[in-house]
Nanobody, 131 residues
Framework: QVQLAESGGGLVQAGGSLRLSCAAS????????MGWFRQAPEKERESVAS????????????YYADSVKDRFSISKDNAKNTVYLQMNSLKPEDTAVYYC????????????????????WGQGTQVTVSS
């Protein structure tokens, strides 16, 4: 079992920045593939970014949706088992509930953006970007 707790959402003006955090706990938390997804009203939940353990000691594989490349950055603090999503140059279309997700360590790079790759989900945190 993996427990996930997101924080850091809020209201920001377009062009601003926010950093989301996801604290993971559980016996496999340090090795799980971790992802951020988002869901806007009346839309499907979509992948935003993911980070995968490389089997040694440092996370090195990342995935980003095209819509957030060059604006968002995912990272992990292994000592704290916490994943961060730094969001810059925010746009009104980034408004959504953002969810943290955890999957097994062996998620392939090609599958890092797929919802089905993740077994555990957080409660979500609201991000609202005003124009």
């Amino acid at each position: 079992q993996v427990q996930l707790a997101e924080s850091g959402g809020g209201l920001v003006q377009a062009g601003g920045s926010l950093r989301l955090s996801c604290a993971a706990s559980g016996p496999t938390a340090s090795r799980n593939t971790m992802g951020w997804f988002r869901q806007a009203p009346e839309k499907e939940r979509e992948s935003v970014a993911s980070i995968r353990w490389n089997g040694v000691s440092v996370y090195y594989t990342t995935y980003y949706a095209d819509s957030v490349k060059d604006r968002f950055s995912i990272s992990k603090d292994n000592a704290k088992n916490t994943v961060y999503l730094q969001m810059n140059s925010l746009k009104p279309e980034d408004t959504a509930v953002y969810y943290c997700a955890a999957g097994p360590p062996d998620v392939t790079p090609q599958a890092m953006g797929a919802r089905d790759s993740y077994n555990y989900w957080g409660q979500g945190t609201q991000v609202t970007v005003s124009s």
